[in-house]
């Protein structure tokens, strides 16, 4: 018994070790992403902002008051991982499939939910208190915002399946790469470079719609088109639902969505009531004020796929 207690003991250090290098190993990733989506964002308001302090204000109330429902719909993906995460650890790919094809259903309903709030707001913008100069620039940059949330919605989906499968690095990849090519629009379009035409904010939001509809794109590419997926591609298609799946998805999901909608909400609150100054330029906290809970969510994640992974081993 002693020497099977020291045996123990002296394996306990190494257990740790290896735990500690794989939440590390799967949380950087999902980190090394979240920070790029935060430091884009600050480049848009860097580039907007050299354009014209007009262009900043606008941006500056479009971006607050769609934080509140992107973040919902972020939260609302949230409740995916743990699920698939667990079918995953007990190699029911058929079943992660199917799941992938309920939770596809549920977030597109959730986010045309939200892009249907948005649109209220839209048609509306006139009485939200702002300065009649900026309504010409505020409206296409809106209605761009508003083709962009089924977009995020479906990246983020994938990105809660790659995440939960422990292969994080792939999401991760594609944010990276979509904020490049929207840097890269930005000062094509925002400025009229390279032979394009000069579009102010509207550019701004093509560019940031283009990279979105490449993320989707790309991380539903990886869902369907790689072999290594195929089992999941192929039970998503059957479409034979997982009973109760939907329900279970809905419980897991609603709370979180709920949260973030709540703590990013405080914030849009804030921005949206305080008042503009006379030369009309909104106080920007669209993302000084959500750069700080981001890199907090991946912690989650990494603990929940490292999780997986044991137990799949």
């Known amino acids: 018994m002693h020497f099977q207690k020291q045996r123990i003991m002296k394996s306990q250090p190494n257990t740790y070790i290896k735990t500690y290098k794989n939440i590390l190993r799967l949380g950087l990733p999902i ?3 979240q920070l790029g989506t935060i430091v884009v964002g600050f480049a848009d308001n860097i580039m907007v902002g ?3 302090t007009e262009a900043l204000a606008s941006a500056s109330f479009v971006n607050n008051l769609f934080n509140c429902g992107l973040f919902a719909c972020l939260g609302f993906t949230y409740g995916i991982t743990p699920i698939v995460a667990s079918l995953f650890s007990r190699k029911m790919d058929n079943e992660i499939g199917s799941t992938m094809r309920s939770a596809v259903k549920l977030n597109v309903a959730f986010s045309l939910a939200v892009t249907l709030i948005m ?15 900026l309504i010409p620039i505020i409206k296409p940059y809106f209605m761009i915002y508003l083709a962009g949330v089924v977009p995020v919605s479906l990246f983020n989906v994938f990105a809660q399946w790659s995440y939960a499968i422990n292969n994080t690095r792939m999401p991760m990849w594609i944010i990276l790469g979509a904020n490049a090519l929207n840097i890269i629009g930005n000062y094509m379009l925002i400025y009229g470079n390279w032979g394009m035409p000069e579009m102010g904010l509207t550019g701004a939001g093509v560019s940031t719609l283009t990279a979105r509809l490449l993320s989707a794109g790309l991380m539903m590419g990886a869902f369907f088109g790689r072999k290594r997926h195929a089992s999941y591609a192929k039970a998503f298609m059957r479409g034979v639902p997982v009973r109760g799946m939907a329900l279970k ?6 709370p979180v969505a709920v949260q973030m909608g709540l703590e990013s909400g405080s914030f849009t609150f804030a921005a949206i009531v305080a008042r503009h100054d006379r030369a009309g330029v909104v106080p920007d906290n669209s993302h000084s004020g959500h750069a700080w809970f981001l890199p907090l969510l991946q912690r989650g994640l990494s603990h929940k796929c490292a999780r997986s992974e044991c137990l799949r081993a």
């Open 31 to 33: 980190l090394i992403g």
């Open 249 to 254: 998805l809905n419980r897991t999901s609603w």
């Open 119 to 133: 649109t209220i707001f839209f048609l509306n913008v006139e009485r939200m208190g702002q300065p009649e100069e």
């Open 50 to 52: 050299h354009y014209s």
